[in-house]
């Protein structure tokens, strides 16, 4: 049986291309008690409230239609956002040169967070380099809670 998220991506995919998206990422998580099944967006130019009503309302009905999950959730559709986690070998290859906070599970060299410029990803591995401060830092996937894009102003 296809988990929650990949079935869900399936039923989306030709919804989010017609209106001229990209899926970024399926979520379906428990917060506070309450189950969100997450569909994050990316375009060109920007994801906006039409995009995502547009998605939202289609893609609710696939899912009743489907009936994929046991009991209630909530639908969410929105931006992956400015600031997203990248996740997929192919994020982290197109994003590379460009500000990122990388968050550690525990502290090294007195810190949990780095803040620096994606330099490199090795993809056999999941070790990802950043640049921080003028000096190249490699960390090990096991030691990586969160790599996401970081927005400099």
Known sequence: MKKITELTAELAAPVIAEQGCT??????VKEAG?????VLLDK???VDILDCEAISRKLSDLLD????????????VGSAGAER????????QRYLGSPVLVKLYRNQDGSKEFAGTLHAY???SGDVTVTVGGTEKTFAKKDVALVRLRVEF
């Open 23 to 28: 899926l970024w990422d399926v979520e379906y």
């Open 34 to 38: 309450t189950w969100y099944l997450r």
């Open 44 to 46: 060109e130019g920007g």
């Open 65 to 76: 239609e489907a009936d994929p999950i046991e009991g209630s959730y909530t639908l969410e």
């Open 85 to 92: 986690a990248l996740k997929r070998p192919a994020d982290f």
């Open 122 to 124: 090795d993809a056999s």
